[in-house]
């Protein structure tokens, strides 16, 4: 089963995030509202993916994933955003992530598709 750690500053999409993905057989593993909380929780919960959004309240989605990039953590990062993808250029491919979900399109499909 794989593991995901949600990182969002809204807890509403974190609960929706969870139901939707825990029943469509992912196991969500921990929860992190910030960039910095994001790090610590990769670090001592070790998931298989990181679900980041892009606007973070500390240090943005795109710092938090190359961070991990950088410190060969083995997580795939799939960037979220309530914008679209067009919105930031080559910045989801410039910091390491797999790719990118919009929020309002995510799904297990859509995360199996990325990770596949």
Do not use: N, Q
């Amino acid at each position: 089963m794989t593991t995901i750690l949600l990182v969002d500053d809204h807890s509403s999409f974190r609960r929706t995030a969870r139901a939707l993905l825990e029943s469509e057989g992912f196991d969500v593993v921990g929860e992190a509202a910030d960039g910095a909380s994001a790090l610590e929780a990769v670090e001592a919960l070790a998931p298989d993916v990181v679900l980041l959004d892009v606007h973070l309240p500390d240090i943005d989605g795109f710092e938090v994933a190359a961070r991990l990039r950088r410190s060969g953590d083995a997580a795939a990062v799939v960037m979220i955003s309530s914008h679209d993808a067009r919105d930031y250029g080559g910045l989801v491919e410039e910091s390491g992530a797999r790719g990118f979900v919009p929020k309002a399109e995510l799904s297990g499909a859509a995360l199996s598709a990325l990770l596949g």
